[in-house]
């Protein structure tokens, strides 16, 4: 079973500081992993992507690391700002063209 | 703007009833995806089409069906609703090419409330 997991619903942290998000995944054969970032009332848009053949993808205030030997993603945010608030969405992009998503976590970044 | 128009934004219905989503991918994009993302819950994957042709599937229920016509849009249907299907589905669709990284481009939903 191909699975992504956000095991935190929720995460707050102050203004200026990191935000760490974290994914977890059950299969070894996903090709990329993708974050996605949602507000409400619209669709997810994507943030950033990692190739499961690295361990480090960097754009401005966001980096993705991937381990796979823990089969763990992680989504670095600093510093963090207010807009940043938002639910984010790990996913995950299967050989057979499936993108299939975590749960999400709900990121309060507070002022 | 994604570029990905989904109509109705707004949809409620009874249940027992039949339901049309409609998806216009972005222009050039071959693929549609739908997913549904029902309260709290994160988006569940439903099916994807490439080029009218259906590409993969997932946990999409027998009373659910799609399709993608030669103008590229999408519909997906919803029939014998029940109170259980009150969702945001959301339609999405991906730029074509190889080197893709799985990046989707989403419409603003359809929220669909079964009375």
């Known amino acids: 079973d191909q699975q992504v997991k956000q095991n935190s619903p929720s995460l707050s942290v102050q203004e200026g500081r990191i935000s760490i998000l974290n994914c977890d995944y059950t299969?070894?054969?996903?090709?990329?992993f993708l974050w996605y970032k949602k507000y409400p009332a619209e669709g997810p848009t994507f943030l950033i992507s990692?190739?499961?053949?690295?361990d480090k993808n960097e754009d401005g205030r966001f980096t993705v690391f991937l381990n796979k030997s823990a089969k763990h993603l992680s989504l670095h945010i600093v510093p963090s700002q207010p807009g940043d608030s938002a639910v984010y969405f790990c996913?995950?992009?299967?050989?057979?063209?499936?993108?299939?998503f975590g749960p999400g976590t709900s990121l309060s970044v507070i002022p | 703007d994604s570029g990905v128009t989904q109509t109705p934004k707004h949809l409620i219905t009874a249940t027992g009833q039949r339901v049309t989503l409609r998806c216009s991918p972005r222009?050039?994009?071959?693929?549609v995806y739908w997913y549904q993302q029902s309260l709290d819950q994160g988006l569940q994957f439903l099916i994807q089409?490439?080029?009218?042709?259906?590409?993969a599937k997932g946990n999409i229920l027998e009373r659910f069906s799609a399709q993608q016509f030669p103008d590229l849009h999408s519909e997906l249907n919803l029939s014998s609703l029940e109170l259980g299907d009150s969702a945001l589905y959301f339609c999405?669709?991906?730029?074509?090419?190889?080197?893709?990284?799985?990046?989707?481009?989403f419409g603003e939903g359809s929220r669909l409330t079964v009375l």
């Open positions: 999405a669709s991906r730029p074509p090419g190889q080197g893709n990284t799985g990046e989707l481009f």
């Open positions: 299969n070894s054969m996903f090709d990329y």
């Open positions: 990692i190739s499961s053949i690295k």
């Open positions: 996913a995950a992009l299967t050989s057979y063209d499936k993108v299939i």
């Open positions: 222009s050039g994009d071959l693929s």
């Open positions: 089409y490439y080029n009218g042709e259906e590409r």
